[in-house]
């Protein structure tokens, strides 16, 4: 059984940047970033293989970036240029092989919020 435990959300202006974090127990193949924003489905943002793949999704490609410490068994999300859509609750997830898709993915935060206003 993985836990995970996201952390660094919070509110900002726009122009300005965050870190998530998400401190996992136990071990983790690909692990990812989700954002789901309110009354929409789950979007996939990013996510960190195993073997050090990244991948981005469009909307956030350039402006963040995706890292972790094997060391701390932790995975951070470096967001710059936060833009008012970038507002959500962000949840990190880890499954066996990298996706986009929520459902290939066994192990969920419970989420922190980011709000970025104009």
């Known amino acids: 059984q993985v836990q995970l435990v996201e952390s660094g959300g919070g509110s900002v202006q726009a122009g300005g940047s965050l870190r998530l974090s998400c401190a996992a127990s136990?071990?983790?193949?690909?692990m990812a970033w989700f954002r789901q924003a309110a009354g929409t489905q789950r979007e996939w943002v990013s996510y960190s293989s195993i073997a050090g793949t990244t991948n981005y999704a469009d909307s956030v490609k350039g402006r963040f970036t995706i890292s972790k410490d094997n060391a701390k068994n932790t995975l951070y999300l470096h967001m710059n240029s936060l833009k008012p859509e970038d507002t959500a609750m962000y949840y990190c997830?880890?499954?066996?092989?990298?996706?986009?898709?929520?459902?290939?993915?066994?192990?969920w935060g419970q989420g922190t919020q980011v709000t970025v206003s104009s």
């Open positions: 997830a880890a499954g066996l092989t990298p996706s986009r898709v929520p459902v290939a993915y066994k192990y």
């Open positions: 136990g071990y983790t193949d690909t």
